[in-house]
């Protein structure tokens, strides 16, 4: 009796199954190409924000706003299209001399940031003297200790060189002293002057306020 065979036989079978995973690798592969890190600035469609930073490095803060505010809103994750409109908001409110209250956006632009990329320094930063102007202690001390251990001794804002490590831990010895934390804000200052030293008198809280301030 002679028993039937299938069309397929087992040496087709793998064949065909072994076809399956090289395309399944491929796309797999593809698809990591194409999703890179989630960081969606080195997509090919990432918008340019060159005009942006240009005007706001030149002091062009309601130009630069502008520019940024309409990079969000034709790219919604563009990570850095956030963190320069936290950026710009935050000059147009300052030059306003408080005329113009840009609060709510200026955080809302930063956290967005945040929430898009890892490790962001730059909206930390911003976070940072944010919540220090608006006089949130905690707030400002945590994300101004975040961005200094994470960006390190030598990092700075590319397109404000004023914010960098040092303002940043100067915040953060600010509101350590305002805690009555002092030691530890005088360690704040150490970490820029390591010379600097305050006694345990009379004069040693004036002499750590002086010490903050020349951060």
């Given at each position: 009796m002679r028993i039937a065979t299938t069309p397929t036989t087992p040496r087709h079978a793998f064949r065909r199954m072994g076809?399956?995973?090289?395309?399944?690798?491929?796309?797999?592969?593809?698809?990591?190409?194409?999703?890179?890190?989630?960081?969606?600035?080195?997509?090919?469609?990432?918008?340019?924000?060159?005009?942006?930073?240009?005007?706001?490095?030149a002091g062009d803060w309601s130009e630069a706003n502008a520019f940024f505010l309409s990079a969000v809103q034709s790219a919604p994750a563009s990570a850095e299209a956030?963190?320069?409109?936290?950026?710009?908001?935050?000059?147009?409110?300052?030059?306003?001399?408080?005329?113009?209250?840009?609060?709510?956006?200026?955080?809302?632009a930063f956290r967005h940031a945040d929430e898009l990329r890892a490790d962001y320094v730059e909206a930390w930063a911003g976070l940072a003297e944010f919540h220090s102007?608006?006089?949130?202690?905690?707030?400002?001390?945590?994300?101004?200790?975040?961005?200094?251990?994470?960006g390190g001794a030598a990092w700075h804002f590319h397109h404000n060189p004023a914010v960098n490590h040092r303002s940043l831990r100067k915040i953060a010895a600010w509101q350590l002293f305002k805690l009555q934390r002092y030691a530890e804000a005088g360690a704040q200052v150490?970490?820029?002057?390591?010379?600097?030293?305050?006694?345990?008198g009379a004069d040693s809280l004036a002499i750590l306020l002086e010490g903050i301030g020349t951060l």
């Open positions: 076809l399956v995973l090289t395309l399944g690798l491929v796309f797999a592969l593809l698809f990591t190409a194409c999703t890179g890190d989630g960081d969606e600035e080195d997509a090919p469609d990432a918008p340019n924000l060159a005009p942006a930073w240009t005007a706001y490095s956030w963190c320069g409109l936290g950026w710009s908001r935050a000059a147009v409110q300052a030059a306003s001399g408080g005329a113009i209250d840009l609060s709510e956006g200026v955080r809302d102007t608006k006089g949130d202690t905690m707030a400002a001390l945590n994300w101004a200790l975040d961005a200094a251990d994470a150490r970490l820029v002057l390591p010379e600097f030293e305050y006694a345990t």
